[in-house]
DNA sequence: GTCCTAAATTTTTTT
DNA sequence: AATTTAGGAC
């Protein structure tokens, strides 16, 4: 079917007033429109990407196209579902019924269905990073590898990159991937998902890779789904990596009504195993594709898309587009250079107040940084000046130990054999069980092939377990089995309450007199009030490992918001501050040793989001001198400065206009040497990208400084750790 | 097995 | 600087 004919057989869409679609610019309809087959949407910053997608749900509802339950949504954050659902029920009603949601909850969704297919029961778990790590580092100890020189960290990071491209265990074939950590990583692998799989567990990746499996061995199920699924859509395109490429492909193979909406200039996770390339591929494998650029931007002043087209056209490669605004006027960027981050704090914390008195709220401010540790200065300001603030994304209340803790025990609770549940919680607190104990329960699990619980509960019975070791297992194993029992009449916040005070977990955390137990035991408390929220104790437990963010716990809403560049993407604010544009902190040092060109090329894209999430105001700050593990380091303007054009631009009055002194390094650590009476003449030349000779490694620059320890970039050798004292200068 | 101290490590970005 | 890990004493 092609629009024509749909235009006809639903008349209102054009000879009648459509209050849907007449709210549309001429692209955005043409969007909405084009129902039928694969469609791809080139979407610029803030040209109305999530209204097209929310008005093409609720226009395919209402010309009944398709019901809800035959429409899936995939989004990349939970927080862009929820807001897509929002709107479409406000447009058309009947969200609530849609597939909706990001690619691992739905995953989840589906693997939950067919958990039997791939060996796995409906109740299996979802790991997190944590529990990753820690399993990795046991198959290591079991496989004999040495966790000194290749750190279980590393292992994560092959095995998340295989499953990114869809590789499981067979498929990594390739003479480089058989090579990855001396040939160990695939061994690790292998290990790593058969335990896995006696765990009844699963990781992130595998919530995609598990889906591409069972759609590629069951073809009736791939039928199932790819028959029910009469339109497609998918959000942020640009950012789906292989294994979900090829698992949207298959889905759309019956129907191939696929809408992709995306923009390649905002492309930045690539580190996640995300691939531009997708949207260039969308084009060959779909070859009779409409592609749609959406170039009107409604969103920011035309100093500050100036600004963002300018810096991103440094990049090659892209697809192209030029956004253009029907916003007429609008103030000039503002560059403030300041000394070191207080005062960067300071600063905006003043201009936050000026425009609180011009009468704009704190909700339509947000602080964007390029790594987590930059909010602390913020936070630590807005302290004192009492402004509200909120970080997004920063320390997530299900990682902290406490909440992991209590989360563990209902783990336990509601499925006994899960042994990553048992481990963590069964010493703490302390019931005298050590690594002996553990290591018999481990051998006497995998002899009889069943959950640690079940070993203990063996073990128990047979008498093997005596003493007072016995006594503390007996009551824990007691403890669970009437917790369990106690689900059936209470609700889950009581039953939470109970596991807390009768375990002796609360009792811990109030005998311990720090400082951060209180804090401690409020997130408990927490905990058994959010859990009231749930229907059972199991769907608590999916939104606990697929749900990252917090909900918003006070009714102040009038908060500035400090997160990430990479968080806010998707969001926008009237004004926006990007503090912290140094070279070395951004563009990252690491982009650009790791990646080169690529990764600078992500830095700036990056910057290009950033710059585009400000409507109204737009304010970069860099300082001369930054603090990076309690060690002083002087920093020159980050280069994305000079890329934006001097007319969209004003240097605010005050700081060193742009020229750092040179003797800046260490300044802070001098003066404190001064004072305490013991100051030395220091090497004043081993900074940051000195030039200098290595007996041993050859010629060099220094990368990094942290007291005598210098990171230098050889240029034969890499990338080493020495001591100042075995460099001489070049 | 537990507790204490020393040493290593951290901070790029996250579903 | 702050937090996690390793090693050793008890």
Redesign the pocket.
Known sequence: MNISQEVSSAPHSQSMPNPLLDALNPEQRQAVEATQGPVLVLAGAGTGKTRVLTTRIAHILTSKLAWPGEILAVT???KAAREMAERVNQLSGGAQSLWMG????IGARIIRRHAEKLGLTSSFTILD?DDQIRLLKTLMGELHID?KSMPP?LFSAIIQSWKDQGLTPVKVTSPQDLQQAGGQAIRVYRAYQERLKALNAVD?GDLILHMLTLFTVHQEVLEEYAKRFKYILVDEYQDTNVAQYLWLRLLASYHKNLCCVGDDDQS??S??GAEVGNILRFERDFPDAKVIRLECNYRSTPHILAAAGALIANNRGRLGKTLWTPIKEGDRLRLKSVWDEGEEARFVGEEVEDLQRAKINLKDMAILV????QTRAFEERFLTMGIPYRVI?GLRFYER?EIRDAVAYLRIIASPDDSLAFERII?TP?????????QQLHTTARSLNTSLYNATVHLLKSGEIKGKLASALNLFIGNCQRWRKQLESLTLSEVVDLVLEESGYRQMWQQEKTPEAAGRLENLKELSRAIGEFENINAFLEHVS?V??AADANGNTDMISL??L??AKGLEFDVIFLPGWEEGLFP?Q??LD?SGNKGLEEERRLAYVGITRARRRLYISHAANRR???QWQSSIPSRFISEIPKDNIEQLPGGLAGTPRPSARNWKDEVAAILSGSHKREEPTLSRGTRIFHQKFGYGRIAAV?GDHLDIEFEKAGFKKVLADFVTLA
């Open positions: 990349f954050t939970n990001t690619f691992h909850s990073a966790d960290k992130f930045i996770y580190w996640r390029r790594a987590g540790f994304g130990a010493n302390k019931r005298g069980i050590g690594q002996a104990t553990m697929l990252t963010e997160m990430t990479h968080a990252h690491r982009a790791e990076i593990y309690n942290s």
